[in-house]
C-alpha cells in the first residue's frame, strides 16, 4: 500500500510538471484580459481563478509559437499588479503578493550561531502584517506595486502629489513621515514628494497646518506612486507670508534663522507690483538697508559686504536691480530662502554677519508647466519640461523690464535719450539617477544698463554656474559634491564732448570645490563634516581711452589673487528630551597668492609715498601673506515648556575679502580688497540669547532674542580717501574696531483671516577708528555710530482674506534715520575760504516711515482650466512721504545750502497680472 501511495505521488508530480511544459500555440490581437484566459483556458486544461475588478482595463496583442504556458503568463503579467500561482490544473492570480509554498528561512527566528545579512543585503522576502481590531480606528491599507521574487531591491521609491480636494491646488510644504522611522520629507511647491523605504509595510503620516492629517498604511513592494487628496482642516488657513512647520521655530537648537515662503510674498505690496525676495526679509527685525533704493543688507549692525548671499550655492555679489529698487532674484524660479541672522552653521563661511541661503526649485518631472507675470515696467515666464518623466526636467525663467520702450515712447527730449533695463536669465537641469543619486547643474545671468546724464552708461552684470552630485550612502550616510563659479562686473562708459572719453571697470571671480557629508550615528548624534576650497581673482578697477582723440591715461591695478580653504565638523546632539546642542567647529585658512607687489613702509611711520622702504615683487602662485584659525559654532535650545524654548549661541567667524565704499549703493568708486600682507581678515564674535514661545495651538509664534557682537580689523578709510584706481589704496585704509547690540521682537500670526507679522529691534551699531597717528584717527578715537546705525526699525505685515479669492495686505516701515555728517562752519586760512565738518556721522537724516497697501485677487479655483491667474493691485508709499534718501550740501552765493534726494516721493500705483498653468 505504501509503494502504491508513494508511486501515485511520483505520477502526479510528474503529471503537474508536463502540464506546466506542455507546449502550445496562442496569437492575441487586441484582446481583453479576460479573452486571453479564456483562450488559454480553452486550449489547456487549466483552470484560472481571480477576482474581476483585478483585471486591467488595456489590450494584449502577441503571437506565442511552441512555448510554455508559464512564459505566455509571464509576458502578459508583466508591467501589471497581478502574479500568478500555479496549483495542479489552477491558475490563481494575486494581485500585488505572492503566494509561496514555504515559509523563508529564519521566519521563526535565527539561531545563535546563524549570521543573518543585514537589511540592505538580504534578497526578497514576504511581507506580513496584522489587521486592526474593530476596537482601534481604522487605517485604510494601500498596497504600491508588486511582489517580485527576482528584484531583492533593499530600498523602494514612493513618490506622489499632494492636492487639495476643494479646488485641487498643490499643497506645499507638507510634512510627510513614517511613523516609528526617522524617515520623513516635505513636499515642495508643486505638491510633490519623494520617500525611499525598505519593502514592507509602513504607516504614512501627514502634518500640516490648514489641511487634515492622514494616517495610511503603505505595503510597498516595488517602485510606485502614492498620490494624496486633503481635505482643509476645520480651522481654515488663512494666508500664510512667513512659515515653518509646528512647534520648528521652537524645538529647532539655531536661533535667529528665518524661512521666507516664496509663494505667499505675492500678497505683500512692494514698488511696482514686483516679488522681491530680499526686501522681504528687511521686514522682519533685524535685517534692514541704509536707505530706499540701497544695495545690500544690514544684519545685525554688520556692513553689507559681510553677507553671504547663495544662489544655488554660488555667491551672487550684487543680487539687486537698479541698485536696490528690484531684486536679482526671479521669484517664480526660486524654491526656498534660509536666512542665518544669529547662529550660522559650520558649512557657511567667510563672512560675519548672515547667511542668505536661497535654492532654485526643481523642474516639473511629470508634465509642463509655466509661470509668468506682468507689471508696468516688467515681464516674467519661466517654463518647466520633463525631460525623462519621473526623473529629468529642465527649468528656465526670463524676465526683463520694458522701461528703455516707454522712454522712448516719452514727449520729452531730455528723458526719451536716457536709457533704464535690466534682464536676468536662470536656468537649471535636474536629473535623479537611480534611487540615490541625483545631480543638479544651474546657470544664472543678469545684466543692468542705466544712464543718470547722457554722457555716462553705467552696466554690471552677475553670472553663476553650480554644479551638485549628491548621495546617499544608506539611511544613515549622504553627502554631496558641489562645484560653483561666480562672476561679477561693473563698467562705465563715458562719451562727453571734450577729449576725455573712457571706459572703466572692476570685477570679481571666484570658483569653489565643496564636499558636504552628513552621517547619522544614532538616534541621538547628526554629524555634518566637509572640506572646500576657494580661488578668488579680483580686478581691483581700471580705465582705459576710448576713441582716437580721448587723452586719457590708461591705468590697470594688478588683479589680486588668494584661496580661501576651510574643513568643518558639526554635530547636532539631542542630550535629553528638553536639551539639544549644536555645536561645530570650522577651521579656515587663506593665502594671498602672486603675482604681486607688496611696499614695505617704515617702522613707527605714517603709511605714505614718503615712508615707502622697499618693494618686493612676487611671482605667479607665491605666498604673500597666510591667516586663518579655528571658528567655533555653538548653539543650545532648552525646552522650558513644550511650546516654550530658551536659545543660546556663540559663533566666531574669518572674512578674508572686502568691499571698499563711501556710498550705499554700487558704483564706481567702489573697490573690492583681498586680506594680504598689510590688510587684515576681519574678525567676528557673536552672542545671543532669546526665547520662543508658541500661543493658542501654534496660531501665535512670538520671539524675544537679544545680540551682542563684537569685531576686529574692521575695514574704513580716511577722510577724503581716493579708494578707485589708487594703486596704493594701503595708504587709504584704516582698520578698527566694531560693535553692535541689540533687541529684536517678532510677533507672527499664521492661521486665520487675518495673518501676518509685527517686528521691532533696537540695535546699535558702532565703529572705533583710532590708529597710531593723527590722518589714522577719527572722532578722537571713540566709538562712533556706523553709517548704518538705525536704533529703532518696526514694521507691521498684515493680510486679511475676505474669501479665498479677494484679499487685503498692508505693509508699514519707521526707521530712524542714518548718520550723516553735516557741515558746521567754514573759515578762512591765507585768503582762501574753508568748510569745518562736524565729528563724522554726528548727525542723522530725517526718520523714514512707509505705508503700502494692496487688493488681491485670485482667479477661480477650478482644476480643469487653462491657467490659473491673481491680480494684484497695489500702491506703494500711499502716504506719499518724500522720504530722503541722502542729504548732500553745495556752495551757492557763498552760502552752504543743504539738499535732500528721495527715491519715491510720491505715491506709486501699480497693477500686476500673475498666471500659472
Known sequence: ??????????????????????????????????????QIESKTSFRFYYVDTWLPDKKISGTYSDVEIQEVLQDIFDNTLLNFHVDGDRIILTRNNIIYDELPENFFGKQESEVVDT????????????????????????????????????????SGVVTSAEDGAPIPNLAISVRDREIGTVTDSRGQYSLNLPPGVHIIETRSFGSEDVTKRVVIYNDGQLNLSLREDFEQLGEVLLESNPNKNVSDAVGGSEEINVEEIKNIPLVLGERNILKVSTTLPGISTAGEGAAGFNVRGGRSDQNLILLDNAVIYNPSHFFGIFSALNPFTTGTVDIYKGHIPANYGGRLSSVFDIKTKDANVQEFAGEGSIGPVTGNLTLEVPIVKEKAGFLVGVRSTYSDWILKSLEEESLRDNEASFYDVVAKYNHKIGMDTDVDLMGYFSNDRFNITPDSLYSYSNRLLSMEVGHRFNDSHQGKVILTNSNYNFNIDYAGEFTNDFRSGYGINETEAK??????????HRFDYGVSAKLYLVEPGEISPQGENSAVQAVEIPREKGVESAVFLGDEFIVNEKLLLSGGLRFSLFTALGEGTERIYQEGAPRQE????????????????????????????YLLQEDLSVKASYNSTYQYIHTLSTNTTASPTDTYKLSDGIVKPQQANNYSLGFYKNLFQNTYELSLEGYYKTSNDILDYKVGAQLFLNETIETEILQGEGKSHGVEFLLKKTKGNLNGWVGYSYSRSFVKLAGEFKDEIVNNGEFFPSNFDKPHDFSMVANYKFTRRFSLSANFVYQTGRPITYPVGKYNYN???????????????????????SFNIEGNHKIQKLAHSFWNISVYNVLGRNNPYSVFFVTEGGKIKAYKSSIFSIPVPTITYNFKF
Not at 564636499?515 to 541621538?524: A, D, E, I, P, W
Open 1 to 38: 500500500m505504501k509503494k502504491f501511495f508513494f508511486c501515485l505521488f511520483i505520477f502526479s508530480v510528474f503529471s503537474l510538471k508536463a502540464q506546466i511544459s506542455q507546449k502550445t500555440d496562442f496569437n492575441f490581437v487586441d484582446a481583453s484580459f479576460e479573452e486571453v484566459i479564456l
Open 119 to 158: 537589511p540592505e543585503e538580504k534578497t526578497y522576502n514576504p511581507v506580513f502584517y496584522e489587521d486592526v481590531s474593530a476596537e482601534q480606528k481604522p487605517i485604510e491599507t494601500i498596497t504600491i506595486g508588486r511582489a517580485d521574487r527576482s528584484q531583492g531591491k533593499s530600498r523602494l521609491k514612493l
Open 515 to 524: 564636499v558636504h557629508m552628513r552621517y547619522r550615528l544614532n538616534s541621538k
Open 610 to 637: 614718503s615712508s615707502v622702504e622697499d618693494v618686493v615683487e612676487y611671482g605667479n602662485n607665491e605666498v604673500i601673506a597666510s591667516y586663518g584659525g579655528p571658528e567655533l559654532r555653538l548653539a543650545a535650545r
Open 831 to 853: 585768503g582762501a575760504e574753508y568748510v569745518m565738518y562736524s565729528d563724522r556721522n554726528e548727525f542723522r537724516i530725517p526718520d523714514y516711515y512707509r505705508l503700502d497697501l
